[in-house]
């Protein structure tokens, strides 16, 4: 049973990355331009260009998250995702209380361990990370980070 679930490990963990960075960079979309509901607490408006953190919590939502879906820099691009969204929980929900079910912080703990495993994971199947290091391998160069971890 764990050769099988280990041959699907690439394939999960691509599925994982394109469901987290659509779910992240939708929040984004929301924020900037207003569509799926708007920004939150604004009924259904945007965040004003240039407003600390908002509007720059909104781009790297916008932009890292888009870069995780189409698994293109996915590690660099994970790493900033959960950073933003670690300085989220500390900076605005940790303030009201201690646990994220308390203080509202659940989805940006979440965000933040799901990017931070796929910093540590790569991009794993359907990626273009991928698609990149198997041609940067024909040209000779190492491709050891694409491969998958094994447990």
């Given at each position: 049973?764990?050769?099988?679930?280990?041959?699907?490990?690439?394939?999960?963990?691509?599925?994982?990355?394109?469901?987290?960075?659509?779910?992240?960079?939708?929040?984004?979309?929301?924020?900037?331009?207003?569509?799926?509901?708007?920004?939150?607490?604004?009924?259904?408006?945007?965040?004003?260009?240039?407003?600390?953190?908002?509007?720059y919590a909104a781009v790297i939502?916008?932009?890292?998250?888009?870069?995780?879906?189409?698994?293109?820099?996915?590690?660099?691009?994970?790493?900033?995702?959960?950073?933003?969204?670690?300085?989220?929980?500390?900076?605005?929900?940790?303030?009201?209380?201690?646990?994220?079910?308390?203080?509202?912080?659940?989805?940006?703990?979440?965000?933040?361990?799901?990017?931070?495993?796929?910093?540590?994971?790569?991009?794993?199947?359907?990626?273009?990370?991928?698609?990149?290091?198997?041609?940067?391998?024909?040209?000779?160069?190492?491709?050891?980070?694409?491969?998958?971890?094994?447990?």
């Open positions: 049973m764990s050769a099988r679930l280990n041959s699907a490990q690439p394939y999960v963990i691509g599925l994982f990355r394109v469901v987290l960075g659509l779910l992240f960079a939708v929040h984004g979309a929301a924020s900037l331009f207003g569509v799926l509901g708007g920004a939150a607490g604004t009924n259904g408006g945007t965040i004003a260009a240039g407003t600390w953190p908002g509007w939502q916008l932009v890292a998250g888009g870069l995780v879906l189409l698994g293109l820099g996915t590690r660099g691009a994970a790493l900033v995702a959960s950073g933003s969204m670690a300085y989220a929980y500390f900076d605005v929900h940790q303030q009201a209380a201690l646990w994220p079910i308390q203080n509202g912080g659940e989805l940006s703990v979440l965000f933040c361990w799901g990017f931070f495993l796929l910093v540590f994971t790569g991009s794993g199947a359907f990626g273009l990370d991928r698609l990149f290091g198997r041609r940067a391998a024909a040209e000779g160069e190492s491709s050891a980070e694409q491969q998958p971890l094994a447990a």
